[in-house]
């Protein structure tokens, strides 16, 4: 064991103890979200969201339920700040409050892990404001709870195992939540791109997997493939960037099976962001290819 390890433990073990000593004494109320204060939330109000009954947005209740199981896990390992971290977060999720997954500047990561994990932020972020959370609620509320495991568990610089584990879960619920967002053949696939890349991430991938799959049952007559960029560089650079990137996503494309002659490929540069932003901005969700049937 590490002497972070056994820091962990022992202060985990003293602290832990303290808690659930403390609730153990604690009137086991039925949960009102209208009546939990943040200062006694651990120590009375943890036990109460564990056990109420189901209420407020199926987002939410899923959220609820995927953050007491990491809890659960972070009690395991005596990992305090971890701990209350989600804790907090499962409480806010239970009171029906907006409970965002966390940011990537919230972590220390490793520089190579930092963009894959931006990129993997802004597709779930794109997701989940294109009504994933009402049109697939539980499987939104996982994606969400699987990234926050895969941040966690890359900052805690854990087994390989473990953030795989991790990271391979998210991008399977993921996929889940933009199939059901998947409606017609007017859908605008979303493939995201690290800082001044056009490297087609793991991530990207999947949702080329889908486009291919999505095209092969409807034949449309045409396959826009659009290139945008953020405003943290030069104009006139974004406007290459952008080219650069819609011509990597129509390579991949045509590499699965879409016609070459079916695309369209345009380039915005950062004319058209999704995140307004003042210039110099880097901003993940505009660093992206938009995939449209026409």
């Not at 000593?21 to 943890?46: F, K, M, T």
């Not at 802004?122 to 049109?135: E, F, I, Y």
């Not at 953020?230 to 990597?248: C, H, I, K, T």
């Not at 879409?258 to 003042?278: D, I, K, Q, W």
Request: aromatic letters at 8%.
């Amino acid at each position: 064991m590490t002497s972070r390890a056994i820091a962990r433990f022992a202060v985990g073990a003293g602290l832990l103890a303290g808690i659930v000593g403390c609730s153990e004494h604690a009137p086991r109320l039925y949960y009102d979200p209208a009546l939990v204060e943040d200062s006694n939330a651990i120590l009375y109000e943890l036990d109460a969201v564990r056990t109420m009954e189901p209420q407020g947005p199926l987002f939410n209740q899923g959220l609820r339920t995927g953050y007491l199981e990491y809890v659960s896990t972070m009690e395991n390992e005596f990992d305090v700040p971890d701990y209350f971290h989600f804790a907090y977060k499962s409480i806010d999720s239970a009171k029906g409050e907006q409970v965002l997954p966390d940011t990537v500047e919230s972590r220390t990561l490793p520089p190579e892990s930092e963009l894959e994990l931006a990129a993997g932020r802004a597709r779930l972020m794109a997701a989940l404001d294109q009504t994933g959370r009402r049109k697939a609620p539980f499987e939104a509320a996982r994606a969400q709870t699987l990234f926050d495991c895969w941040l966690e568990r890359t900052e805690d610089q854990a087994r390989p195992e473990l953030i795989e584990a991790c990271k391979g879960a998210f991008e399977q619920a993921l996929a889940e939540v933009e199939r059901a967002l998947v409606t017609g053949l007017d859908n605008v696939y979303l493939v995201f791109f690290a800082w001044d890349q056009a490297d087609i991430s793991p991530v990207a991938a999947s949702v080329l997997d889908q486009v291919r799959a999505d095209y092969e049952r409807g034949r449309p007559a045409r396959v826009v493939v659009a290139g945008h960029a953020d405003r943290s560089g030069p104009e006139g650079y974004n406007l290459v960037l952008s080219q650069q990137r819609a011509e990597a996503v129509a390579d991949a494309l045509a590499a699965l099976g879409v016609p070459e002659n079916a695309m369209t490929l345009e380039a915005f540069g950062e004319s058209s962001p999704r995140v307004p932003t003042a210039d110099g901005v880097r901003e993940p969700q505009n660093r992206r290819v938009e995939i449209v049937f026409g």
